[in-house]
């Protein structure tokens, strides 16, 4: 069984940076995508970005090109997500994700979660 | 660019009803790659269906997808109360990913 246990809440002033990070359980680590979405308070899901663990590549949604970085470090099974510049409406949970076909059929799993507040 | 357009934002249904969500994309989804999500509050997502119409894994038979191309549904045949929740579609053919906006389903 795959798990995804993500870091504990964040709290930061507006302007500054903060960094979640995602470590997967097993040895499926380097097979698989890792996605990140984010849910602003009573919003919907956003879709971020994904980085794959094996190569370092990435691609972004183009609303966070150039403030947002995804990255990894495989020797913890670990991914990271970093979020500068942040303003008030970055205020939200964040999620990473691992789908994929594991054993033969589709699963996507998911952290618990990072609440991120930006306060002034 | 994907856009998902889902419909209806919220629905109003009693238990042992029948549900039907609509998710419509702004071109077409390659491969079916659409995909189902059921949303409770303050818990992460559960992917209910992928590539369409395929259960995932431990899902109940009640719920069901169809459709291809720019229209998809998804059926809960006989509501039960733990149903009731967020539900939000979403395509992964394409890079950027892309989730619709969620339809609420309500206890009447």
């Known amino acids: 069984q795959v798990q995804l246990v993500q870091s504990g809440p964040e709290v930061r002033k507006a302007g500054a940076s903060v960094k979640v990070s995602c470590k997967t359980s097993?040895?499926?680590?380097?097979?698989?995508?890792m996605h990140w979405v984010r849910q602003a308070p009573g919003q919907g899901l956003e879709w971020m970005g994904w980085?794959?663990?094996?190569?370092?590549?990435?691609k972004y949604a183009q609303k966070f090109e150039g403030r947002v970085t995804l990255t990894r470090d495989t020797s913890i099974s670990t991914g990271y997500m970093e979020v500068n510049r942040l303003t008030y409406d970055d205020t939200a949970v964040y999620y990473c994700?691992?789908?994929?076909?594991?054993?033969?059929?589709?699963?996507?799993?998911w952290g618990q979660g990072t609440l991120v507040t930006v306060s002034s | 660019e994907i856009v998902l357009t889902q419909s209806p934002g919220s629905l109003s249904l009693s238990p042992g009803e029948r549900a039907t969500l609509s998710c419509r994309a702004s071109?077409?989804?390659?491969?079916?790659?659409l995909a189902w999500y059921q949303q409770r509050p303050g818990q992460a997502p559960r992917l209910l269906i992928y590539?369409?119409?395929t259960r995932a894994t431990g899902i109940p038979d009640r719920f069901s997808g169809s459709g291809s191309g720019t229209d998809f549904t998804l059926t809960i045949s006989r509501l039960e109360p733990e149903d009731f929740a967020m539900y939000y579609c979403?395509?992964?053919?394409?890079?950027?990913?892309?989730f619709g906006q969620g339809t609420r389903l309500e206890i009447q």
């Open positions: 994700t691992s789908p994929g076909y594991y054993d033969g059929s589709y699963k996507d799993y």
């Open positions: 097993g040895d499926t680590f380097t097979g698989y995508y």
């Open positions: 980085i794959h663990p094996n190569t370092g590549g990435t």
């Open positions: 071109q077409s989804v390659d491969s079916n790659y």
């Open positions: 590539t369409a119409s």
């Open positions: 979403h395509q992964y053919a394409f890079s950027p990913r892309a």
